[in-house]
């Protein structure tokens, strides 16, 4: 059998091999101190056997970086209380009446401004570090290398769980995009109340019979009605917009035969659009398309996520597109973590975007490490979305 004798004055490690009658028999014995006060544990002839022949020369970790494409039209807010609020004041673009020398003026009404409360969505996930293979040996041995590994591996663990987190604020994201309801596990659904102009099937809302497919419907008069919508309702001044298209939309798009006669003419550029660039946050940017009085900017997002059964969905409603401006004004907004009295250094705060918990658990025997955020995606200027279904 092999012996492994740990020497705890040096935290190091010394591989003895013992022939005996014992070899080819799997045994397990206590920890016991010899005379030295050297700390003999008996393991396994087949665990022994790898110790000595293998070695891992190459890791494969599956892990893939969080995409952020909806995210980035949503600037980070953090609050320390609990709740967030916001506040509307909806605005005019009218004009000044001229009146009679010597009459009175034109008394104008103060607008009311609308205050609305939420309570961000709370995410809790965590993990044992008890669990992992090398918790056990590197508090019992208190090697540096392998209290080193145990840090790496809590590290990547925890990645992977605020991972899960980030994916749950960019869904947050495309939902209040694509249809302005987000929609929660306990049913308990925040609803922003986009008007339904801002949400057409079809152009002019209609239906299947004005999908980008049909032959006579024009592309383009979408994007103008989504740049005219946005403008006039949403109050946006810019001429710019970022157009999000699901991928069976563009396909629609750039083989509906309107579209090609329009950029088959000579000496007038109203686009173009070339190979795809991918940004750092997903998106992929494929060019700039001119369309009435207004320029557009055409994107596709292909990343997703998967639910509890591994089945894969985009963010990204493929028969839809959504137009922005490019400068919008929406929030993701963090409120405070519940938090007791010792969590932390200031007793009860718990600010922050993420906040990271640990604790024993006695009662169970685990030593418990948690992420905590509790974030709402809030499209403040609501009428600047505008989302179109355009293929069936």
């Not at 591989?15 to 014995?29: C, K, R, Y």
């Not at 900017?297 to 089945?311: A, F, H, K, Q, R």
Request: aromatic share 8%; with cysteine; proline share 4%.
């Amino acid at each position: 059998m092999l012996s492994i004798a740990l020497f705890p004055e040096q935290a190091s490690f010394e591989v003895l091999l013992g022939i005996g009658t014992a070899i080819g028999v799997a045994s397990l014995a206590l920890p016991k101190l010899n005379k030295e006060g050297v700390l003999f544990e008996t393991i396994g002839f087949d665990q022994a056997r790898a110790v000595l022949t293998n070695t891992v020369v190459a890791v494969y970790r599956e892990s893939t970086v969080v995409t952020s494409f909806f995210r980035s039209f949503f600037p980070t807010v953090t609050a320390r209380t609990r709740y967030v609020s916001i506040e509307t004041k909806r605005g005019t673009e009218k004009v000044a009446s001229d009146v009679l020398r010597g009459t009175k003026g034109n008394l104008n009404q103060r607008k009311r401004s609308t205050l609305k409360t939420i309570d961000p969505p709370l995410y809790k996930e965590g993990i044992n570090i008890n669990e992992l293979e090398v918790y056990d040996t590197a508090f019992g041995t208190l090697d540096p290398s392998l209290l080193a590994q145990l840090g790496v591996e809590t590290a990547e663990e925890m990645d992977d769980i605020t991972s899960k987190i980030e994916r749950a604020y960019e869904l947050q994201c495309a939902q209040a995009l694509l249809t302005g309801v987000i929609t929660l596990s306990n049913q308990d659904n925040i609803d922003f109340k986009r008007k339904a102009a801002s949400l057409p099937d079809g152009l002019a809302n209609g239906g299947a019979g004005t999908y980008w497919t049909v032959t006579t419907v024009d592309p383009m008069l979408s994007l103008i009605a989504g740049g005219d919508f946005i403008r006039q309702v949403g109050k946006s001044q810019g001429d710019t917009y970022n157009v999000v298209i699901g991928g069976n939309a563009l396909n629609a798009m750039l083989n509906n035969p309107i579209w090609q006669e329009k950029y088959k003419m000579f000496n007038i550029t109203l686009g173009e659009i070339g190979l795809p660039q991918r940004n750092s946050v997903g998106g992929t940017l494929h060019g700039q398309i001119s369309a009435g009085s207004y320029k557009y900017n055409i994107w596709t997002y292909t990343d997703g996520y998967e639910d509890d059964s591994l089945v894969f969905h985009k963010y990204m409603d493929d028969d839809k597109i959504i137009i922005l401006p490019t400068q919008t004004n929406f929030r993701l907004a963090f409120g405070q973590i519940p938090m007791l009295p010792g969590m932390t250094p200031a007793g009860t705060s718990g600010a922050g975007s993420y906040v990271l918990k640990e604790w024993i658990d006695f009662e169970n025997t685990n030593h418990r490490m948690e992420i905590n955020s509790a974030g709402i995606a809030i499209p403040l200027a609501i009428d600047q979305i505008y989302t179109q279904k355009v293929v069936a």
